[in-house]
């Protein structure tokens, strides 16, 4: 997965580093408002139609194995305001979570504590989650499908394949924290290697979930 995933930035990369760069500019961006101002927060939203861009051209890549720019804005075009709608909710989950978080490490003993650790772990399953279902949400093969019944299917895919799924986070989370450290590498490829990763393997996990036929390799 981790292999062909490298082989498709590869071959495909031109495209792909295109995009990633215009979503690594808009991340610096929205870095930059959060720093400056708490209303900058609501750049945030704005990341979230560069992120289903990137992420519809991944899966266009792991579904059709060619991409073009188009395929940035297919998945904006057909579900925009649904799309925006569950990037908003998700945005939303992890601000409570960085709060609980942050007001359990401040709170310190038991209830800290607690409080400290389930915001932990529900940060980890909404990692996990946002793993699964954005690629879903965006496949092209499903493009007709409800975003409701899309999520419920990356939901059940978490609880289907737990470790293997656990491993792919874990790799992606260190790949994500070095591309943001190297810096140059997250705004150029780092974001697209990681969409073109979820996308091999949580495509072909939910077609043999739900018991349709597929060619992908994972």
């Known amino acids: 997965m981790l292999r062909v995933a490298a082989e498709d930035l590869y071959y495909h990369g031109v495209r792909l580093v295109?995009?990633?760069?215009?979503?690594?500019?808009?991340?610096?961006?929205?870095?930059?408002?959060?720093?400056?101002?708490?209303?900058g927060i609501l750049a945030l939203v704005g990341m979230i139609p560069l992120t289903v861009g990137l992420m519809g051209m991944a899966t266009a890549v792991v579904r059709e194995r060619s991409v073009v720019m188009s395929d940035f804005l297919r998945p904006i075009r057909a579900k925009f305001?649904?799309?925006?709608?569950?990037?908003?909710?998700?945005?939303?989950?992890?601000?409570?979570?960085?709060?609980?978080?942050?007001?359990?490490?401040?709170?310190?003993?038991?209830?800290?504590?607690?409080?400290?650790?389930?915001?932990?772990?529900?940060g980890l399953?909404?990692?996990?989650?946002?793993?699964?279902?954005?690629?879903?949400?965006?496949?092209?093969?499903?493009?007709?499908?409800?975003?409701?019944?899309?999520?419920?299917?990356?939901?059940?895919?978490?609880?289907?394949?737990?470790?293997?799924?656990?491993?792919?986070?874990?790799?992606?989370?260190?790949?994500?924290?070095?591309?943001?450290i190297l810096a140059a590498a997250i705004v150029t490829f780092g974001a697209a290697y990681m969409a073109l990763v979820a996308a091999h393997f949580a495509l072909p996990a939910a077609d043999r979930l739900e018991g349709r036929p597929t060619l992908l390799e994972d």
Do not use: K, M
């Open 125 to 180: 399953a909404v990692w996990l989650l946002a793993l699964t279902i954005w690629p879903i949400v965006i496949d092209p093969e499903r493009q007709g499908e409800p975003v409701r019944s899309c999520v419920r299917l990356g939901a059940l895919l978490v609880l289907a394949h737990p470790i293997r799924l656990g491993l792919v986070a874990i790799v992606l989370g260190i790949v994500a924290l070095v591309a943001t």
């Open 81 to 122: 305001w649904r799309l925006l709608a569950l990037g908003i909710a998700q945005l939303g989950l992890i601000g409570v979570i960085v709060f609980d978080l942050i007001l359990g490490l401040q709170l310190g003993g038991i209830v800290g504590l607690v409080l400290a650790v389930v915001a932990f772990y529900t």
């Open 18 to 39: 295109v995009a990633n760069i215009i979503w690594g500019l808009g991340a610096a961006v929205t870095a930059y408002a959060v720093t400056r101002s708490l209303v």
